[in-house]
């Protein structure tokens, strides 16, 4: 799997050309063409701003930029492993028709979203200025956390790739389990309010817990603890080496599954 | 180095996924249920798409390969380009391939003539400088002029396989691995395109093509590969192989 991703990174133009190109035609013939993705992203952080801020009851000044943060990350994460699913499913004639390597599809998806959360990322300026909110130091640790972030979801999305090819109803499964992560990871909510509660067990087993308190909180001026790199790192060991185990044994085989 | 494509009792064998075994819940009860539920036709159908296939590709050969419908040829020609691995045996592939399988990949209708070709390119593997180099040669070839900067969806059925033509064949392969021969358009364009296509060939060191026209073959290729439900019916000297084909 390592020397499938090097080779994609040595030709490295094909997969920045074809996401880019996957936008181009997205939002071909629309004037705003690709900020719609900002737009639509706004009006869901609006809405959900206004009724969670009213419905838990915590001061709006440090809830919307909470919120923000979370639901464009959220996003970014989610729209990854969603599309993973179908990833060599949907390039089918391409793979049997081109000899390239399999990681060209899940780079060219993970640049896809990573110029999409680009977008979206714009709403962040204009949240810390209306409500006052500075950056500090600590913001420094989300560059480092966001790497972090990109290793794990690249192994993530190449084993969820690989499985769903062969067993097509594990979208579903995969689906469902998104869906349940977004409300066990602290997005909506406000880890403040379980406080104390054995809920604080749970959250530690909860991948996406880690991964938001090294890239999240860092833009909000939180330090990640010393937990939270140590359980990012280990997922992405860990992961990497189960990817990388299922990939030799099952790469030549996805053509056949297609 | 010499290129050469070497074939040992090499298979491939497609599973078939009927609709319960592509599913894990099924899976998942019959491994639960246990004898209950497993029948015979519950197993995972296999076709053999190609069998036992010995072959040895030299440098230097031109090679074409016939059957009918669903003989393995294209089966036959992915698993020379490395797309399938075989499912039992062994292939050896020294050189570098190009195949022209698809000259459609990665062709974007809404993009311009201009744009599509740098994509195509891409796609292929080549490098920016690469690519600013091959770009003026392969739009003169096209002939498209001022057409090359509408979107390609704009073109005729003509323009666009111009398009796709003269932008797969600006290769130097050492093996080339065609389906059917790709020159089309009107006849002058076809002409040139002939004479490229030649030229491609003559200068790769292994041509294997896939076709259905007799004259063709025979023009082009020295050895036949025979093909008939995914075994090696015949095999050898072009024009031997062809009359015993096309007089069955």
Partial sequence: MFKDILETFSKANQFLVFGFQDIKVRYRRSPIGAFWITINMAISIIVLSFVFGVLFNTPIKDYIPYLSLGLILWNFISTNINESCTLFINAKENILNLKMNYSFYILRALWRNIIIFAHNILIIPIVFLVFNKQLTITALYFIPGFILLLLNLTWMMFLTAIICTRFRDVSQIVLNIVQILFYLTPILWIEKSFKNSFFNEVFSFNPFYHLFSITRSTLLGQMPTNNNWIASIVLLIIGSIITSLFFTRFKHKIAYWL | ?248
């Fill in chain 2, 1 to 248: 180095m010499n290129p050469s494509i070497i074939l040992n009792n090499a298979s491939v064998s497609f599973p078939i996924f009927n609709v319960k075994t592509y599913s894990l819940k099924n899976r998942i009860i019959k491994s639960v249920m246990g004898n209950i539920t497993s029948n015979n036709h519950d197993k995972i159908v296999h076709i053999d798409a190609l069998k036992n296939i010995n072959i040895h590709i030299k440098s230097g050969e031109r090679i074409g390969v016939i059957g009918g419908n669903g003989s393995g040829k294209s089966t036959f020609l992915r698993l020379c380009s490395k797309i399938y691995e075989p499912s039992t045996g062994t292939i050896d592939i020294k050189g570098n391939i190009s195949s022209l399988i698809n000259v459609n990949i990665g062709i974007d209708p809404e993009s311009t003539g201009r744009e599509n070709i740098k994509l195509r390119l891409v796609m292929l593997g080549y490098n920016n400088d690469q690519i600013n180099e091959l770009i003026n040669p392969i739009i003169e070839f096209t002939e498209l002029n001022q057409f090359i900067d509408l979107p390609f969806y704009t073109y005729s059925t003509g323009m666009q396989m111009r398009l796709a033509f003269a932008t797969s064949t600006f290769i130097k392969p050492e093996i080339l691995i065609m389906d059917e021969w790709l020159a089309t358009g009107d006849k002058d364009f076809q002409e040139k395109a002939e004479k490229k296509l030649n030229s491609i060939i003559e200068d790769s060191k292994i041509l294997i093509l896939a076709s259905h026209s007799k004259d063709l073959i025979l023009k082009t290729c020295s050895r036949v590969i025979w093909l008939e439900n995914g075994l090696i019916n015949q095999e050898g000297n072009s024009e031997k192989i062809l009359e015993n084909y096309f007089s069955k």
